[in-house]
């Protein structure tokens, strides 16, 4: 069965909603039910697939996807979390992940067929490991203070960049990557996420109606999905959906208010050997 990788680079807020909440925020995003990781949800990942091959008019989009009667050829995972934009006090933002979300990624990545595999950094908690060439000793992340030390990840730096669209954005890798214990990273996706209060006005009084608010995924997070081909025609697919003119994707909710969009790079394994032999 041949797989793919579907990087996604968020170039809006996105909001893979869940529902309503019980708690102060009134529309949470999606979150993993062990690891509270947000999530896009595999069915909600795969109707935002169909509606791009529909707008591409693509011809065999019931054969790929399936109908209510039987399934498609194409297997979509969820959308999992790899790195997330924090804030720093002291710097720039960084986007920090940790080993167990880069251990994910290297099982995904074997099955996939898809090799260099990243090696996996181990990190005490309220430390920090980081690729950029010059040492860092210390580091602010919201208010939280982390110390450096430990190996360089610049090797990490180099299988992540396909997952990224854009080469400038590619770049930014190396300067602004930082792994972090399993339970530091957990706060911030916890917490960390931003808030956004929105309202319903009354068309001619301009009162409030309705205050409500919603938590999402800041611009630059970068997330990936499995697809799975039944046949060896099926992954060939992605290609007709994200051409290099159009490699955009428009998942979660608020697509009327300019939210949940992506920019979307395939990794193949055939593509990366025919990388290989140039």
């Known amino acids: 069965m041949k797989t793919a990788i579907l990087g996604l680079l968020a170039e809006t807020p996105v909001h893979p909603g869940s529902g309503r909440g019980m708690g102060v925020v009134d529309l949470p995003v999606a979150r993993e039910a062990a690891t509270d990781y947000p999530v896009i949800v595999g069915s909600s990942l795969k109707g935002a697939l169909l509606d791009k091959a529909k707008a591409t008019e693509l011809a065999e989009h019931q054969q790929r996807f399936g109908t209510q009667e039987q399934g498609g050829d194409l297997l979509i995972s969820d959308g999992r979390l790899l790195l997330l934009p924090v804030r720093s006090l002291t710097s720039s933002y960084r986007w920090a992940t940790c080993p167990h979300l880069i251990e994910r990624y290297r099982r995904d990545r074997g099955r996939a067929g898809l090799a260099p595999l990243p090696e996996v950094p181990q990190v005490a908690r309220g430390r920090f490991l980081s690729a950029a060439p010059e040492r860092e000793e210390q580091l602010f992340l919201e208010e939280r203070h982390f110390t450096g030390g430990g190996e360089s990840v610049g090797a990490l730096v180099e299988t992540l960049k396909p997952l990224v669209l854009h080469a400038d954005t590619q770049a930014r890798l190396q300067a602004r990557l930082v792994v972090l214990h ?50 060896n025609e099926a992954i060939g697919a992605l290609d007709t959906l994200f051409p290099e003119n159009d490699p955009y994707l428009q998942a979660g909710g608020n697509e009327t208010v300019g939210q949940g969009w992506f920019g979307v790079s395939v990794v193949r394994q055939d593509a990366q050997e025919e990388q290989a032999k140039s």
Do not use: H
Request: charged share 30%; net charge negative.
């Open 182 to 231: 399993d339970d530091d990273f957990a706060w911030f996706a916890r917490y960390g996420l931003s808030i956004q209060a929105r309202n319903f006005l009354e068309e001619t009084t301009k009162k409030s109606r309705n205050l409500w608010y919603e938590e999402t995924l800041p611009p630059d997070t970068v997330m990936y999905a499995l697809v799975m081909g039944r046949n």
